[in-house]
């Protein structure tokens, strides 16, 4: 047990999982067996945790709890790193203390920072700023890791027990020379012989700008990439992440048809989908058949990066923007039982083999649930789970440190130090996710078997399974511009839907209208 002391928690799920290998349990029963072992995991991870760290999140819950905390965390992440102006800086630093006050909860060493700006701000300007500055930081590094070269190989060194997947935040991409930049960290990152994983966004491939040639970039900038992974001595996985709805379909055509290159046969590789859009199903079933066909051929798999999704309040903004509606699912019950559905359909041993599964999830429950299916059919080569690296994890990651070993990966995203401001969105993100009560994580520090928490996500976990045959699994956004036409609002007024260009049938009717326009006469 190394250094901790022996744990009859561990020999009890380890006793549970050998019960049920090789054993197919009908879906009740697959319930009971991961509610149990769900109970197990809960109490060992709780075993795990050190005093030190179960204060220090204590800490951190109580400030993001209350809407005081989070308005000055939050805005203090947005405002330190704005502006190259000092002044500018400590006048908003200032401001935002000032607005909100000082909460009782606030760490000491917060309040004295507070007491500093605000008395020695005329004496010393810069030191102050950089002072609050390092502060932010040093709390981000707790999610986030740095790109810097000795930085990131002194955190992945430190990490080999566990494979750490890297995600490098980066600038938009508005135009050629942005995209030429992310491309270029990008391939800087794969040279590196310490880097084994690495998930890259589509977004930073392509322009936002013009949406006309931006396929054509990430087909060129991926098979840029692909070449890179296949020259290295040593095996990388690439993982790709489609950050938007309306680029999913054209990125996997893209994925497709780049990875059927022969000299690309014996790359690893990966595609991320997101159990909130109903046609991810649909999309994994899809890719499935592609990886049989290229295992057949080649003898190489491909991985499934399933996770429930991250960026829900940017599609209901672009769905709102262009009144289309909206491209995922409306409850949390649907997300959840369509990501089990996934996880039920990849584990199959006649996908498995060809398309390796990479569960992304914290959820204890879903966790519970996976292992009791791999245990069944023997799968361990074959399936890995992704948990975030966080403060919220730690004793979850401890716990499944213990039990699946090599079979944990840690997802860390990294920023260069010069760019710290742009992880301004993704650390915005994740105090949503912490405080968010339909999120799994927010409810970490209460759950514990028998507690209120813990009765309404059993609750939750067994609805979800319920959902898994009743949901739909046809997409949403499914425009039709004839239907549109012919509609009439009878004097209620309702804003014409953007032409959503995502859609094929758009693409080949613009192609058809550009390809038979008139010439103007000369």
């Known amino acids: 047990m190394g250094e901790k002391n022996y744990s009859h928690y561990l020999d009890q799920i380890s006793d549970l999982l050998t019960s049920v290998k090789s054993a197919p349990l009908d879906l009740d029963n697959k319930y009971q067996k991961s509610t149990r072992l769900a109970e197990l995991i809960s109490l060992l991870a709780t075993e795990e945790q050190t005093p030190t760290e179960r204060k220090s999140l204590d800490t951190l819950l109580k400030i993001l709890n209350t809407l005081q905390g989070r308005a000055i965390v939050s805005n203090l992440i947005d405002q330190s790193f704005r502006s190259k102006s000092l002044n500018k800086t400590l006048d908003q630093i200032l401001h935002i203390f000032t607005l909100y006050g000082l909460p009782e909860d606030f760490p000491k060493s917060f309040k004295f920072r507070f007491l500093a700006l605000k008395t020695l701000r005329p004496t010393f300007p810069k030191f102050l700023k950089t002072f609050t500055q390092k502060a932010i930081i040093k709390e981000s ?22 494979d750490s997947i890297i995600s490098l935040i980066q600038k938009p991409s508005f135009g050629k020379k942005t995209i030429a930049s992310n491309l270029k960290n990008i391939l800087s990152l794969i040279e590196k012989p310490y880097v084994k994983n690495i998930c890259i966004n589509v977004l930073d491939l392509i322009s936002k700008n013009c949406a006309c040639i931006a396929y054509d970039q990430l087909e060129e900038n ?206 915005l993100g994740k105090i949503n996710d912490a405080t968010n009560s339909q999120n799994f994580s927010s409810r970490l520090a209460t759950l514990f078997p028998g507690s209120k928490s813990w009765a309404e996500e059993l609750d939750h976990f067994q609805q979800s399974l319920k959902y898994i045959d009743q949901i739909s699994t046809l997409k949403k956004q499914n425009q039709d511009r004839n239907i549109l036409l012919q509609k009439t609002t009878d004097f209620v007024f309702e804003n014409e839907p953007i032409t959503d260009f995502s859609i094929k049938s758009k693409d080949r009717k613009s192609t058809r209208l550009n390809s038979s326009h008139i010439p103007l006469s000369r």
């Not at 790109?147 to 430190?158: C, G, P, Q, R």
Request: hydrophobic share 40%.
């Open 222 to 427: 991926l098979i840029k990439i692909y070449q890179k992974a296949t020259s290295q001595p040593k095996e990388k996985l690439i993982l790709l992440n489609v950050e938007n709805h309306k680029d999913l379909e054209a990125t996997i055509d893209i994925f497709e048809r780049v990875l059927s290159r022969e000299e690309f046969s014996k790359l690893k590789v990966g595609f991320t989908l997101d159990a909130y859009f109903p046609e991810s199903f649909e999309m994994q079933k899809r890719l499935t058949l592609f990886a049989k066909k290229r295992y057949e051929k080649y003898g190489t798999s491909i991985s499934i990066r399933v996770l429930k999704g991250f960026s829900l309040n940017e599609e209901h903004i672009i769905s709102s923007k262009n009144n289309w509606p909206s491209a995922t699912f409306t409850s949390k019950i649907e997300t959840d039982a369509n990501f089990k559905k996934m996880i039920l359909f990849g584990s199959k041993l006649e996908n498995i083999k060809a398309a390796n599964l990479l569960i992304v999830t914290s959820n204890i429950f879903d966790i519970s649930f996976s292992l009791i299916l791999i245990k069944e059919n023997s799968l361990e080569p074959y399936i890995y789970f992704e948990i975030a690296r966080a403060r919220s994890t730690t004793a979850i990651q401890k716990a499944l440190d213990k039990i699946i070993g090599k079979n944990l990966k840690v997802f860390c995203p990294i920023v260069f130090k010069k760019d710290f401001h742009l992880a301004g969105n993704f650390l």
């Open 141 to 162: 590094l707790n999610i986030l890791s740095f790109a810097d070269h000795i930085v990131l190989k002194k955190y992945l060194n430190e990490n080999k027990k566990n």
